[in-house]
């Protein structure tokens, strides 16, 4: 993948919090959990199917700064299926509602 394309598809990145509280990454309707962290600062994230071994290495950790530095892709054309945006939509919003419910658990009934 040349320069060129990683910042055309870096625009594609989105963070999302995951059912555990984890911040995920999903690219191109994937969705990778964080595996190691360099002391150069990238992050390399695996993807969420355990059975693929594709990943992506990130520098930056807000929405607005993240930037993709690799990609390996051979393994999700065999292994993986996208996400469809209905569904990520979906999760989004499930875990919007359950951090919701835990703050609210917490106020006292007027």
């Known amino acids: ?9 870096s625009n594609n ?3 999302i919090t995951g059912q555990r509280g984890n911040l995920l990454v999903v690219f191109k309707n994937y969705k990778f959990n964080k595996n190691i962290k360099y002391l150069s ?3 390399k994230r ?3 199917n355990k059975k ?3 990943f992506i290495k990130t520098v930056g950790a807000e929405q607005h700064n993240i ?3 690799h990609f390996a ?8 299926l996208p996400i469809s945006i209905q569904t990520l939509e979906r999760q989004e919003i499930s875990s919007c509602i359950k951090r919701k419910a835990v703050e609210d658990i ?3 009934p007027s």
């Open 67 to 69: 930037t993709l530095t």
């Open 73 to 80: 892709n051979d393994t999700h054309i065999t292994s993986c």
């Open 1 to 9: 993948m040349s320069e060129r394309n990683m910042s055309q598809e």
């Open 52 to 54: 693929c071994n594709a």
């Open 13 to 15: 990145i989105k963070l």
């Open 41 to 43: 600062g990238e992050i």
């Open 106 to 108: 917490r106020d006292k």
């Open 46 to 48: 695996r993807c969420n």
